[in-house]
């Protein structure tokens, strides 16, 4: 397949990088009046500029005229908690109210309320719920998507969350990666350490699932030493780990990561100078998550900092019924410029390459790469890449490829 008459191509990453740092955060490779080949096993065949080298016709190739439209990759979504069941409006009437996030677990809502509602609901109705949002964030660009388990917080529940995601992953054509979230919060009739030796007696059969396992390590949630038991047993059944740390407290959670080879820490609405030095010469991605600093109305992190430090960062959505009940990456990358201050170029990387790096993806997608999956967006004529985030609700899609297939 041909794409031809391209805008602008943006997004462009010699082969073999796979993640950006620093003041390569600032760049991204762009094209003018480009063309882009899609081979029939649904990678990246080749692109470049429709002056210099029009590509060779092929009579039986498809072609579509992206009429002057701008294609960049498909956003990566390396956060997200989109199995879930129901929904929790009932707490976003306590937040109007004035209840903060940790008032309202104290209560015993929160993530427990979720796995309450997630036990009580059969395992076929939860994957066509969550399916709605899987088919709903697709539609919105979004072509690989991280998600976690953990609100089942029993050994029943938590099996039932990783086979759905296992049976999403099969059904859609985006690229999908599973987390065992069990640590998310101790499971009601449970005491703190009795729920820490079930994580650990859960994790053979977790590993069968999962790719990664995770940890809320937070004030209220799960200490530095619970969560190096846990990496240190998810670590045995080949689990590498992604964190939940510094949302609510300076956690330690960062360094904890660090320490485990964390692929990626998420959150960090809250750090201070040691996380940035834990954070640097690591393999490990900081990750932050604009739409819960927006919904909760917490910090949005030091963004800026990291990056002038040399440090990398991803974006994603944490889409959630708690924390962020929205998966639209565009307005990800919104709040990045508004909010973060981030250069539209910066909020690119983020929420692509970096992202997928945070899946342990950026080597099959996540940058217009030959060889990679051909995973893209194509906008209407004459968009340009700061249009994106700055006219944040103005519809732009024309059509979203997942591996070449629209
Ligand atoms: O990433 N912080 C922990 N977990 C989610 C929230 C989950 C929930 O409230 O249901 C988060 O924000
Ligand atoms: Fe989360």
Redesign the pocket.
Known sequence: MLLKNIGELVGIVPQGVLRKQGSEMNETGILHDAWLRIAPDGTIAGFGSTGALYPDDDKDEEVIDAEGGMVMPGFCDS?T?IV?AGS?EGEFIDKINGLS?EQI?ARGG??LN?ADLLNATPEDELYHQSMERVQEMMAAGTTSIEIKS??GLCPEGELKMLRVIRRISESVPALIRSTFLGA?AVGRGYTHEAYVQEILDMMPRAAEYADFVDV?C?TG?FSPEDTDRILEAGARYGLRPKI?AN?LGVSGGVQVGVAHGALSV??LEQTTNAEIEALKGSGTMPTM?PG?SFFLGIPFGRAKEFISTGLGLALAS?Y?????PMGDMRFVMALACIKMRLTPVQALNAVTLNSAYAMGLSDQTGSITPGKRADLILTRPGWTLTRIPYTYRTPWIRSVFKKGRS
Not at 320 to 324: E, F, I, L, V
């Open positions: 956060h908690h879930y929790r996030y677990a929160g993530i979720s953990g609100y998310h809320f937070d949630f939940h949302e998420d959150h998550l819960s944490d959630n019924p708690g924390s962020s």
